[in-house]
């Protein structure tokens, strides 16, 4: 069984930065596409990057290009969501996703299979 556990969320000005952080645990680690979504009240979720099973290939949103960062240490089992020049529009929870088929819709939110519990991130203007 798979589980993700975000941390690295909270309170930070515009302009500033925060790192998420989401662990996996379960089976093999590398086996899985890992994504980041966001979602606000009232909204559906959004995505926001992804990132394949060795990390050579990275996606993002077009709000979050030049801006994030997604990587991934497969030794730690661990992704990471580095997000720079923060913007009151980025204030949304956070989502950690895993997906383990071949065939990644990388971009879509039903595509993945599990989900982590979310991350609050907040931007202050």
């Known amino acids: 069984q798979v589980q993700l556990v975000e941390s690295g969320g909270g309170l930070v000005q515009a302009g500033g930065s925060l790192r998420l952080s989401c662990l996996f645990s379960?089976?093999?680690?590398?086996?899985?596409?890992m994504g980041w979504f966001r979602q606000t009240p009232g909204k559906e979720r959004e995505f926001v990057a992804g990132?394949?099973?060795?990390?050579?290939?990275?996606y993002y949103a077009d709000s979050a290009k030049g801006r994030f960062t997604i990587s991934r240490d497969n030794t730690k089992d661990t992704v990471y969501l580095q997000m720079n020049r923060l913007k009151p529009e980025d204030t949304a929870a956070y989502y950690c996703t895993a997906e383990e088929d071949d065939d990644w819709d990388y971009s879509n939110a039903t595509a993945y299979d599990y989900w982590g519990q979310g991350t609050q991130v907040t931007v202050s203007s």
């Open positions: 990132i394949s099973w060795t990390g050579s290939d990275t």
């Open positions: 379960g089976p093999t680690f590398s086996n899985y596409a």
